[in-house]
């Protein structure tokens, strides 16, 4: 089963690295493992409970210290040798050359490695993050361009290209512009809606979309939908990609917040040309049986995702949690809730560098 997050229950510091005495108890459990029978071992999470870190942490220090031993049969096997580990960050640590802006801040190091290793969030996000804050987690401070530098040229320890989103290579999609109607004749196109959903001048016109889970990897799919203004973002775990399990999600909303509500927050839905969104009619009636609208629906013209442009970023981000193929059923209700909540606390350039509660906070008290 794929899982969003690492579990594990961490006391340690944040932004701590593993002491020389960490490493030898890790070497330790890993030459125990070796004599005992293998349903005896203890697995990479007790290590990471043990050592108070993460099982990626775990992982990534049995990568550094790997070390091959012989068995009195002279056969090989592969262990973890904490002297070869401590050497490799020592190294890794001083080998910076005295150029370098963040000098010997190694707290600054250990800070922008958990934030993208164990939190996900890409250089540009951390720097502008760090921007807003009174008190600094450490004395350094650097250009984004300046971190994918030291990031590419290996100074940030385990942290590599390959970790960063889309591995850090961003190429701005072409688009070929496509005029045809839409599918359902009388639905409501993307021209006709309203000039504060297009102009971006207000919070509560969203775009839709669905997700879908690999070839042959079950029918579940994610429902998300992006508030175009402040970016925030709704994610829902569905059954399938239908008309029904799309109606079930926003009825159950409607519900839980009264017609009112719903239609203050719910003012306009942009969505595709996909069958799950076809019978508009259905997703604007109100569950209350009220004869007003509790939304409006407006359709993109087909083949034109770039009109969805918020859902398409958002999607890409959600795809560095979930990548493209995996099986969405393997997912529980619980994590789809927890990166939904990645995504509203994640620092968005367009934002100026808010995240989307805060850019709905200032929205609503006035400042934006």
Avoid at 41 to 67: F, I, N
Avoid at 243 to 255: A, F, M, T
Wanted: charge should be positive; aromatic fraction near 8%; include cysteine.
């Amino acid at each position: 089963m794929s899982h969003l997050y690492s579990n594990t229950s961490v006391s340690r510091k944040k932004y701590s690295h593993l002491s020389y005495k960490d490493r030898q108890k890790l070497e330790g459990m890993v030459r125990s493992n070796h004599l005992l029978a293998k349903r005896k071992q203890v697995t990479q999470k007790h290590m990471a409970t043990v050592l108070q870190c993460s099982e990626a942490t775990v992982s990534r220090e049995l990568k550094k210290g790997r070390v091959e031993l012989m068995n009195s049969d002279l056969t090989l096997y592969v262990s973890y040798s904490a002297d070869i580990a401590q050497e490799a960050y020592d190294y890794a640590a001083t080998n910076k050359g005295p150029a370098l802006k963040i000098g010997d801040d190694h707290e600054f190091v250990a800070y922008v490695a958990h934030k993208i290793l164990e939190e996900r969030w890409s250089p540009d996000a951390i720097i502008m993050d760090l921007k807003k804050k009174e008190i600094m987690p450490s004395k350094t401070l650097v250009s984004t361009r300046t971190l994918y530098n030291y990031i590419s040229k290996g100074y940030i320890t385990d942290v590599s290209n390959q970790n960063l989103p889309r591995e850090g290579n961003q190429t701005r999609r072409t688009y070929r512009r496509v005029k045809r109607a839409n599918k359902v004749l009388d639905a409501p196109g993307i021209t006709e809606r309203p000039v504060e959903s297009t102009e971006r001048s207000e919070p509560g016109h969203w775009e839709m979309d669905c997700i879908v889970s690999g070839k042959g990897k079950g029918l579940a799919a994610l429902l998300t939908l992006n508030d175009r203004m402040t970016r925030e973002s709704l994610v829902f775990k569905i059954a399938r990609q239908t008309q029904d399990e799309v109606l079930k999600v926003l009825n159950r909303l409607e519900r839980r917040m009264g017609r009112v509500k719903f239609s203050e927050m719910f003012k306009s839905i942009t969505v595709d040309n996909g069958s799950e969104f076809l019978d508009w009619k259905a997703l604007i009636r109100s569950v209350t049986g009220s004869k007003k609208p509790r939304t409006r629906v407006y359709f993109c013209h087909p083949y034109s995702s770039w009109e969805r442009g918020t859902n398409e970023q958002n999607n890409g981000l959600i795809r560095y949690h979930i990548p493209k193929g995996a099986a969405i059923k393997d997912y529980s209700h619980a994590q789809i809730q927890k990166l939904q909540e990645w995504l509203n606390n994640y620092p968005r350039r367009v934002l100026g560098g808010l995240t989307a509660y805060e850019a709905k906070a200032l929205y609503h008290s006035g400042r934006m």
